[in-house]
């Protein structure tokens, strides 16, 4: 029982130092000032580091992001994201080239599953869900659900058997 709560609080303690580092980064890289940079950048290197984490220092995050399984994140320079929005391992938000300047807007509730990649000048709605593994090129109206399409099994004809003869 002891390891079992061991495993517990350090798995949420994971969570909780990986949103302070950001919090602080992102706090830290909007203020002017060279202490406010060095700091932005310290923090920012500690969430790679010992996440996989990349978080510009200017990114604009809203209160009570949640990270499930803070692994491979990366939130670009111009990102912003509302209150209480949830993302998953590998989530990727950026801009579509590097001569494009426009970063994506999530909003307020939004969930991010594991793998989704949000890209270019896209407004994704509040209470949006946006499933594993889905590349987003397009606005999002508010509480759009995105799936990726169905997998439909393969059915083989069954072959017949070495030895038995076919009626």
């Known amino acids: 029982m002891k390891a079992l709560l061991r495993r517990l609080a350090r798995y949420h303690y994971a969570q909780a130092v990986a949103a302070r580092w950001i919090y602080a980064a992102t706090r830290a890289g909007s203020r002017s000032g060279l202490v406010h940079q060095m ?5 920012a290197r500690r969430l790679v580091r010992r996440f996989g984490i990349y978080v510009s220092p200017t990114a604009i995050i809203g209160p009570g992001l949640i990270l499930p399984h803070p ?12 209150a209480n929005a949830t993302l998953y391992q590998h989530v990727t938000l950026g801009r579509k ?12 509730d939004v969930v991010l599953y594991p793998g989704a990649i949000v890209i270019g000048p896209v407004r994704i709605g509040a209470r949006s869900r946006i499933g594993a593994n889905q590349v ?28 038995k003869q076919q009626p």
């Open 39 to 43: 700091v932005a950048r310290h923090h």
């Open 136 to 163: 987003v090129a397009c606005d999002l109206p508010d509480g759009a659900v995105l799936i990726p399409p169905a997998i439909e099994p393969i059915i083989r004809p069954e072959q017949p058997q070495r030895g």
């Open 97 to 108: 080239s590097r001569h494009d300047p426009r970063y994506p807007v999530i909003g307020d």
């Open 71 to 82: 692994v491979g994140i990366v939130i670009g320079e111009g990102c912003v994201i509302g």
